[in-house]
């Protein structure tokens, strides 16, 4: 267990919030700032911040578009796609690797 | 250990969710070639059309869908990533696909129907028709199953018109049409076996 405390506490994407926009995003590419506020339940300030995070680690891209109106808009870098890959991988790691010792 | 248990239950259902979306854009690119073959026989249907209207319609098709398919391709590639079914050399596998599309058209609309094959005019591009798919289709689940893994949806979608070919050689009319619905027919299974294994993916 100490060693899935580590790798959460360690990375980026240790936090929930962050692994569901790159996990959101995965499949699509990009998507609207209002459309991950709706999935992920979460306030816009609060997103915001771990949108900032994520940017700043070289995993997203934050840009403006017009819809309806002008709307923030997110996309995965490639080094976004390669780093949550590895980090589903670790997990999954570590997650055998407890279960196993368990058993 | 309950924990673990029920972290590991979420990742799988993670890699699921993904799997299934991987599979949605495969059955997403076969409707959408399905949907501009069958756009041209409702056209045929409504107007007199001249056989000019081939050598616009065709080129615009080949690039909507191309540019479509480049796109699914793209995503392809990182949901491959994520679920640890990268496709290796991307570069080279998407230049072998172009090369089995050219060598299906080269082949299927030049060479075969001017071999004299089929009993008729219509048989002849039928069996062409025909033969593009299988080799074009074919060709590109052999990329695929090289570099990313094997595709078994894919297969009615090259089987079934192979099979056809020496059905339609046979037929005195009507075999460009009947040559058209069995494409349909396998499209659509291809689209059914994608979704269906859409679905067991999220349900694993």
């Not at chain 2, 309950?2 to 590991?8: A, C, G, I, S």
Request: no cysteine.
């Amino acid at each position: 267990m100490e060693a899935l405390r580590e790798l959460s506490r360690n990375h980026t994407l240790g936090n929930p919030v962050r692994l569901g926009v790159m996990l959101y995003l995965l499949p699509r590419g990009r998507v609207l700032f209002r459309d991950l506020l709706e999935v992920l339940e979460v306030t816009p300030g609060n997103l915001d911040s771990h949108l900032k995070a994520l940017e700043k680690a070289g995993y997203i891209e934050i840009y403006k578009v017009i819809a309806d109106r002008p709307r923030t808009a997110v996309r995965i870098t490639e080094k976004g796609v390669k780093e949550t890959a590895e980090y589903l991988k670790s997990l999954r790691k570590v997650l055998d690797g407890i279960q196993s010792s368990s058993e | 250990m309950e924990e673990v248990r029920e972290l590991k239950n979420v990742l799988e259902r993670v890699e699921g969710k993904l799997i299934a979306a991987g599979k949605m854009y495969g059955a997403m690119n076969f409707a959408v070639w399905l949907a501009i073959m069958l756009l041209y026989y409702v056209m045929l249907g409504i107007f007199d059309i001249p056989w000019q209207f081939n050598l616009i319609y065709w080129p615009a098709a080949f690039i909507v869908a191309t540019s479509f398919t480049g796109r699914v391709w793209e995503r392809l590639k990182r949901l491959g990533k994520a679920v640890d079914r990268e496709i290796e050399g991307s570069k080279i596998s998407g230049i072998l696909i172009m090369a089995s599309w050219i060598t299906g058209i080269i082949l299927g609309w030049g060479i075969i129907p001017r071999m004299g094959v089929g009993v008729s005019e219509g048989a002849a591009l039928a069996v062409g028709f025909l033969s593009f798919i299988t080799l074009s289709i074919f060709g590109m689940w052999l990329v695929f199953a090289r570099y990313s893994g094997v595709e078994r949806e894919i297969i009615p979608s090259f089987l079934i018109p192979a099979m056809g070919i020496p059905i339609a050689w046979n037929m005195e009319t009507g075999a460009m049409v009947w040559a058209g619905f069995t494409v349909a027919l396998s499209f659509t299974l291809t689209i059914l076996w994608y979704l269906h294994s859409a679905f067991k993916a999220i349900e694993r």
